[in-house]
């Protein structure tokens, strides 16, 4: 592990295992190009999470990329979620496009430019999958966060990530059903996002609290814009979890309470309710 400027670098077992692989098998040149473009990829994540006013406290590198811990304390929108996470593809693309203007000039050899570009395509399109913790997984939940209550878009976007991780590592076994090899690199993978998600999805509860807890810089932003507020109607029985769960993550809100004759009894600001949530 190295620290660069308060953020921590280190590699994951993953990576380091199909470094010992690369070395064993004598392509150590294809090594050192992996993790070069494994370092830039996540770079621009970093990069983008900076100029977006996020603070980057670690990085983890990966085979087909790496994971980022990112605070942002509520101020980080889901546009610029996508675009922090669009940010490594592009890296990727930019490498591609360097590669084969060298290659047209004739420089740095044909065959390793080639690899050079198949390497980052492979790379920028895998993280483009719609399976968390990967950039299109990341991009798919911003995106569904913008409409949906957040508390559905984490349990469903995790769950619907658990299920195409299984579906990947089940792939990399099907050659064994034809009598072929397993496909050994994309079943660690595999292992890694099953195991992430399932993880993710256990720390839901705690990821929703941290959600609601940076509501008040939602509030404010929404008092100097003058915005209008979602209204939430419920009845007045139903639990306050429940109605917490309804928050959208960009939209502040009053809770229309009912009675039982489906009038409203009571307009409740949302600071209200957090208020008797956390017990302040």
Same mark, same amino acid.
């Given at each position: ?27 150590? %040149? ?14 621009? &994540?970093?990069?983008? $999470? ?9 990085? +983890? ?16 929108? $889901? ?5 922090? /996470?669009? /940010?490594?593809?592009? +890296? ?25 570009? &198949? ?22 939940? /911003? ?15 995790? #769950? ?5 991780? /299984? ?19 994309? %079943?660690?993978?595999?292992?890694? %996002? ?6 993710? @999805? #256990?720390?839901?509860?705690? =990821?929703?609290?941290?959600? %609601?807890?940076? =509501? ?13 507020? #979602? ?17 959208? #993550? @960009?939209?502040? &809100? ?27």
């Amino acid at each position: 592990m190295i620290r660069v400027r308060g953020i921590s670098f280190s590699l994951h077992p993953l990576l380091v295992i199909v470094m010992l692989i690369s070395v064993l098998t004598g392509q150590f %040149l294809e090594l050192l190009t992996l993790f070069a473009i494994v370092l830039i990829h996540e770079l621009g &994540h970093v990069w983008a $999470a900076l100029f977006a006013g996020a603070s980057v406290k670690s990085v +983890q590198l990966l085979p087909f990329g790496g994971v980022a811990v990112i605070e942002d304390n509520g101020k980080l929108t $889901a546009y610029r979620e996508i675009g922090i /996470a669009l /940010a490594g593809p592009l +890296q990727n693309v930019l490498m591609m496009l360097f590669a084969s203007a060298l290659r047209e000039m004739g420089w740095g050899g044909d065959a390793f430019m080639t690899y050079l570009i &198949h390497a980052n395509l492979i790379i920028a399109l895998f993280n483009l999958l719609p399976i968390l913790p990967l950039d299109g997984g990341r991009i798919i939940q /911003a995106a569904i966060s913008l409409q949906a209550p957040y508390y559905s878009t984490l349990l469903w976007c995790g #769950r619907i990530s658990i299920f195409a991780s /299984a579906l990947t590592a089940v792939y990399a076994l099907l050659p064994l059903q034809y009598g072929g090899g397993v496909r050994l690199n994309l %079943l660690m993978i595999a292992a890694f %996002l099953l195991y992430s998600n399932i993880t993710d @999805h #256990r720390n839901l509860p705690y =990821r929703f609290v941290a959600f %609601l807890m940076n =509501r008040e810089a939602l509030y404010e932003q929404h008092m100097d814009k003058g915005t209008l507020a #979602r209204p939430i109607v419920t009845p007045l029985a139903k639990p306050l979890d429940d109605i917490l769960r309804l928050f959208k #993550r @960009h939209q502040y &809100h009053l809770i229309y309470v009912l009675d039982d004759k489906g009038g409203v009894m009571a307009v409740v600001p949302e600071q209200r309710l957090l208020s008797s949530y956390f017990g302040m």
